[in-house]
């Protein structure tokens, strides 16, 4: 004992006669030795190996706060894994527990030999949002078995979930959503009992919704949407799962009724069902779900009537979607105070779309926090009371009124709506009169179409400077458009105007950075030149300037905008040739549909374009796509959180076939349109067209073309519809067009074509029509037969003593002797119709001196 007490006196004299620099070094070293071990080194090389197994790519992680966590590591400058950046260690062991590399930017395979199964002592695994390049789930997480957090989801994972994870008992969260995951989802995770969290939505799996994934009854959340092949009823083991807070299982493809029982999971908060094929009433039970704060039944086949005082008596509520539905919603049109704010649920997304309502609800004058309002597809008539223009004036950013009886508004014209934060204003396909109504600056989406609103386009528009889509379509709107539209062109994306009464030149719309992908401004009066400011628009998808009064010559100048895939120029007053491109670089690389037709257009058909126009040599219909203009939307819900969602805009155009215009409100990517059709255009058409595989409609009638149907129109085998007709065509139809098994429309009729017409195939299908004003040709479907291929020998003179019946048939000259006259008849005919439609020709090109009529406009 006096030992020990001597030695414990010495070391305190020494230390303390250590300089007062040291004591601190030694006190802090001795501190951090105490309160945090060092990582272990075979755990430190692991997480290194790991890393060095993926790259760092920007592009491999979405979320805008990712940033690569990984890079960080190093034993040269921090030998102590447990500080690296996403690495937790346990505080008394020194082993990590928890890797937290969400969003950390890698890229690249991983399997089961990975350096990360080594952390045997892993509890949280957070992988989400990276790319790990369409790998298997590793069975190896096995490996892991005190894993109890565990987030794969949008990591760029494939094939079907290994049953090992079914081992990792303790797990309460789990996220395997948003990967392409297929197969079936494993009846081992009927292991994981303490499960809460489990997320599979996005993925493919097959077959019948697996009730054995609602075994852990304690399970308060539960994600498994946006699977389709997941068919079925509603299961019934989902009632076991009377903890259950949060239920998302939309955007499958499950049919049947709504089950009554689940109306008996009364700790719901969540409830989503939307986009099945659910029919049938919605269950009286669903009274009992008080603590509902969010319920979405869009997009069922859902009947029958609603008492809307159902959901008034959930206080919590404050997320409403019954659109795209059959219901009949009643509601009451009360103004007790006593049913005001206090008593009733206050929305800030309301969706009522095709409810069958009749009125503004009621209730709605109650509603001052409401963000997204959707009515449209109602029975709403009449004008929009006084009293909604009131209702959450600082709140509202998406207001859709589409698709009623509306007429006007309950009070004088306004000077500007009066919702401050409104971002997209639908009223559309109503009965609106008077003028265009002015949205705030805030407004993202304005879409007018298809009204009786008359006027002129205020400047007041000029001033939305974060407008996005603007739609005036089908309305009675005339006079010039504001030159200030120009200030628009940084934010705009859509600009469609078609079917009005607007005239004059049209303005100056792009600048440098222009943003827009459509412009539609067909069925309008404007004259004049095409701005030069279009080649600016260099993000420019669809041009579409058709039934106007513009005079000018072929743009090619278009041809710099690197992404015009649409271009309608038909029903103008534009002339001279069709020049050839700029440069061989410049051609419009990828246009797919062109219209230039009714137009005076002159001169020969464009070969060299036809030679370098790509786009339309190839076409993959498997993995075509409508086009559209899209722009991401962000609303503030609250002080705190945002809504977000993207916008969709599909192009449409319209297109003559067989002389009757065709609207076509969705276009695929792969479809492919040439019309040139009534011009002046001449020559022969060339071979390359042929190569042009992907062309869907080809027009090339009424103009003053000559020489024979090229053989290589063959190789459209694509083809639908093919006009060749008033032209000054000859020789025969070209056997190889019977390869056009898609071949619907055949015209080529008014031409000098001889020789018999194919027979088979699409041909077969074809009526007399299609072949009128051509004396030449024979074989079915015309009455006229043809003779055979191959011409019967003469008989030989009568002096030679051969009788008569050694011939299968006689010569009678009464009858050849028409035919030649009918020979000299066609020579004739066909000689004065070459000289008649040059004649024409001329006429035209003289009339183009004279003033034009306005042609007819679109109703």
Not at 758 to 770: K, L, Y
Not at 812 to 837: A, C, E, Q
Request: aromatic share 10%; hydrophobic share 35%.
């Amino acid at each position: 004992m006096e030992l020990t007490e001597s030695l414990f006196f010495i070391f305190t004299q020494s230390f303390l006669k250590l300089p007062l620099l040291h004591l601190a070094l030694i006190l802090i070293t001795f501190f951090f030795s105490c309160a945090q071990p060092l990582c272990h080194n075979d755990e430190s090389i692991a997480l290194l190996q790991f890393k060095d197994s993926f790259v760092i790519d920007k592009f491999a992680s979405y979320e805008s706060a990712a940033h690569p966590k990984t890079a960080s590591w190093a034993q040269e400058t921090n030998h102590d894994c447990c500080f690296w950046d996403g690495v937790k260690c346990d505080e008394e062991t020194g082993h990590v527990i928890a890797l937290h590399l969400n969003s950390s930017c890698l890229h690249g395979s991983i399997n089961s030999t990975s350096s990360l199964f080594q952390l045997s002592q892993l509890q949280v695994l957070d992988l989400y949002d990276n790319d790990f390049n369409q790998s298997q789930i590793p069975s190896a997480l096995a490996d892991l078995s005190k894993l109890t957090y565990l987030d794969l989801e949008w990591s760029g994972f494939s094939g079907s979930i290994p049953s090992s994870i079914g081992k990792l008992t303790m797990l309460t969260y789990l996220s395997l959503s948003q990967n392409k995951l297929n197969g079936q989802i494993p009846y081992a995770f009927g292991n994981l009992s303490r499960l809460l969290y489990l997320g599979l939505a996005g993925c493919s799996f097959s077959d019948f919704f697996p009730p054995i994934v609602c075994k852990p009854t304690s399970a308060t959340h539960l994600y498994i949407s946006e699977n389709y092949y997941l068919n079925g009823q509603i299961p019934s083991s989902l009632q076991k799962l009377t903890q259950l807070n949060s239920l998302d299982i939309s955007l499958n493809n499950l049919s049947g009724q709504i089950p009554p029982w689940l109306g008996n999971l009364t700790q719901l908060t969540s409830l989503s069902l939307e986009k099945n094929n659910l029919q049938g009433i919605l269950p009286k039970s669903f009274s009992r779900l008080k603590n509902l704060e969010y319920l979405n039944l869009v997009s069922n086949h859902l009947s029958g009537t609603v008492d809307f005082d159902m959901f008034l008596g959930m206080k919590n509520l404050n997320r409403l979607q019954l659109s795209a539905n059959k219901l009949s919603v009643l509601t009451t049109d009360t103004n007790s105070s006593t049913n005001g704010t206090s008593t009733m649920p206050q929305f800030y997304i309301l969706g009522l779309g095709s409810c069958n309502l009749r009125n503004f609800p009621g209730f709605l004058r109650y509603q001052n926090n409401l963000m997204f309002l959707t009515l449209d597809g109602n029975q709403i008539h009449g004008k929009v009371p006084k009293w909604v223009l009131n209702i959450s004036l600082k709140t509202m950013a998406v207001l859709q009124l589409s698709g009623n009886f509306l007429t006007g508004f309950d009070q004088p014209p306004l000077a500007v709506l009066p919702w401050v934060r409104l971002q997209i204003f639908d009223i559309s396909d109503n009965m609106l009169e008077g003028p265009l109504p002015i949205p705030p600056p805030s407004t993202v989406n304005y879409g007018v179409r298809r009204n009786k609103l008359s006027g002129q386009v205020s400047p007041a528009f000029c001033n939305l400077r974060s407008i996005k889509y603007i739609d005036f379509g089908d309305n009675k709107l005339s006079g010039m458009l504001p030159d200030c539209l120009v200030n628009l062109s940084d934010s705009l994306l859509v600009l469609n105007l078609v079917n009005n009464s607007f005239g004059g030149s049209i303005p100056e719309i792009c600048t440098d950075g222009s943003q827009l992908r459509m412009i539609d401004l067909s069925y309008n009066k404007f004259e004049g030149h095409l701005p030069r400011s279009l080649r600016s628009c260099l993000m420019l998808q669809t041009l579409n300037l058709g039934n106007n009064q513009l005079g000018d010559e072929f743009p090619s100048w278009l041809g710099t905008l690197p992404d015009l895939r649409i271009l309608m120029l038909r029903y103008n007053q534009l002339q001279g040739n069709i020049e050839k491109p700029i440069s061989n670089s410049v051609f419009f690389p990828k246009i797919r549909v062109i219209d230039l037709s009714y137009n005076d257009f002159t001169g020969k058909l464009p070969s060299e374009y036809f030679q370098k126009w790509n786009s339309m040599k190839a076409f993959d219909a498997t993995n075509s796509s409508y086009m559209k203009a899209n722009s991401n939307i962000t609303a503030r819900t609250s002080a705190d959180s945002n809504a977000s969602w993207t916008q969709y805009y599909p192009i449409s155009i319209k297109i003559t076939i067989k002389g009757v215009d065709r609207v076509f409100h969705k276009i695929q990517d792969v479809f492919v349109v040439i019309d040139f059709s009534s011009n002046m255009l001449e020559g022969e058409i060339p071979e390359s067209i042929g190569g042009l595989q992907g062309i869907r409609v080809l027009n090339l009638s009424n103009n003053i073309l000559s020489g024979s149907i090229p053989s290589t129109l063959g190789n459209i085998t694509v083809l639908e519809s093919f006009d060749l007709s008033q032209n000054g065509l000859h020789g025969e139809i070209p056997l190889q067009l019977k390869q056009l098994t898609f071949l619907s429309i055949f015209n080529v009729s008014r031409n000098n074509l001889t020789g018999p017409i194919p027979q088979g195939n699409q041909f077969a299908t074809f009526e007399t029509s299609s072949y009128d004003g051509n004396l030449g040709l024979c074989g079915y479907p015309l009455a006229t037969k043809c003779w055979n291929s191959e011409s019967p020998k003469l008989p030989p003179p009568a002096s030679e003593g051969k009788g008569d019946s050694e011939f299968p048939f006689q010569f009678d000259w009464i009858t050849i002797l028409p035919g030649y006259v009918g020979g000299l008849v066609v020579g004739i005919v066909g000689g004065n119709f070459v000289f008649v439609k040059k004649q024409l020709w001329f006429l035209k090109r003289q009339m183009k001196r004279r003033p034009r009529r306005r042609r007819g406009f679109r109703t």
